[in-house]
């Protein structure tokens, strides 16, 4: 596993200048973490990023939750784009959804228990975006005629992952299995590395309009040395 070294990502906020008309977009920002290249395990640094966040647990594939959670964040994200486009600020792309999947026993996730798994859902935010501005987001959208019962639970959530093992998956979200095998039973007690934290994952396409086996997701796992 080849291990990329803390300078392949910047820290959030930086690159352009904020009064730049160039929209700030996190996966230019960030390539390392939103464009990989690798197929199979290398190791990074992650810096710290903010984002707006939603908890919740069940399958995502049916779970009432899940749905309201990714449109509460939909709904905040880009209400603050448009608000601080409007209010003559940077503009922004609202970035892609991302996941932490964790529960009490991960044999759920071996198992494709997902009724079992709890999930905090992620728009990553950056750092000139103040935790005042995604409130007044969040009490702009609950002037919308939509109900949005998440927007109540919608929050900030600061991510400090540090040292993670990435690689990029393309294809349905069932078939990560071997890849996550492989790193568990293989990879990290021959890096001399352990797991740590949430499994992370950030979800390049859209499964609506994109085929199971073209799909493209980020896994991240964040990890220690023994």
């Known amino acids: 596993m080849t291990d990329r070294g803390a300078d392949t990502a910047t820290t959030p906020g930086t690159g352009p200048n904020p009064a730049a008309a160039t929209p700030y977009d996190v ?7 939103y464009a990989p290249k690798n197929r199979d395990w290398e190791t990074l640094v992650v810096p710290p990023q903010r984002f707006l966040a939603v908890d ?15 449109e509460a964040l939909y709904a905040v994200a880009y209400t603050v784009k448009f608000t601080k486009k409007r209010g003559g600020g940077r503009d922004l792309v609202v970035g892609p959804l991302e996941g932490l999947w964790y529960a009490d026993d991960a044999s759920v996730f071996t198992a494709r228990d997902k009724a079992a798994w709890s999930w905090t859902m992620l728009i990553s935010v950056p750092d000139w975006v103040g935790d005042a501005d995604v409130d007044d987001a969040i009490a702009a959208a609950r002037t919308k005629k939509k109900a949005l019962p998440a927007l109540d639970r919608v929050r900030i959530e600061r991510l400090d992952e540090g040292l993670c093992a990435q690689l990029l998956h393309v294809g349905s979200y069932d078939d990560e299995a071997p890849a996550l095998a492989r790193l568990h039973g293989e990879v990290l007690p021959a890096e001399g590395l352990r797991e740590r934290d949430r499994h992370h994952e950030v979800y390049l396409g859209d499964p609506r309009k994109t085929a199971p086996e073209k799909l493209k997701t980020v896994v991240r796992q964040p990890v220690s040395r023994v």
């Open 56 to 70: 919740g647990s069940g399958d995502p594939n049916t779970a009432t939750a899940y749905v309201e959670a990714v």
């Open 27 to 33: 996966k230019r920002e960030l390539r390392a973490l």
